[in-house]
């Protein structure tokens, strides 16, 4: 299920054209369990988004967030 919500997201951010996409954040080195850790916190931030604030400022803000998160994930 919690894949299903990040894949949807994915989809409508990539619909909307939005240049704050985390698909291009490289995941291939980190931890699976840390990526999957720092997607739910991803989603969870962005669903807040709407209510605190402009939606590409969220979206810029959280995809920041994931950035960071993922290149703290331990190797492999």
Do not use: H, W
């Not at 999957?36 to 916190?41: A, G, L, N, V, Y």
Request: aromatic letters at 6%.
């Amino acid at each position: 299920m919690k894949l299903f919500t990040l894949a949807a997201l994915l989809i409508s951010i990539s619909i909307t054209g939005c240049s704050y996409s985390i698909a291009e954040i490289d995941i291939s080195n980190a931890e699976p369990g840390c990526v999957r850790d720092c997607s739910k916190t991803y989603s969870q931030c962005v669903s807040q988004g709407n209510q605190i604030g402009s939606k590409m400022e969220t979206l810029r803000a959280c995809r920041e967030a994931y950035s960071i998160c993922v290149q703290t994930c331990p190797p492999k």
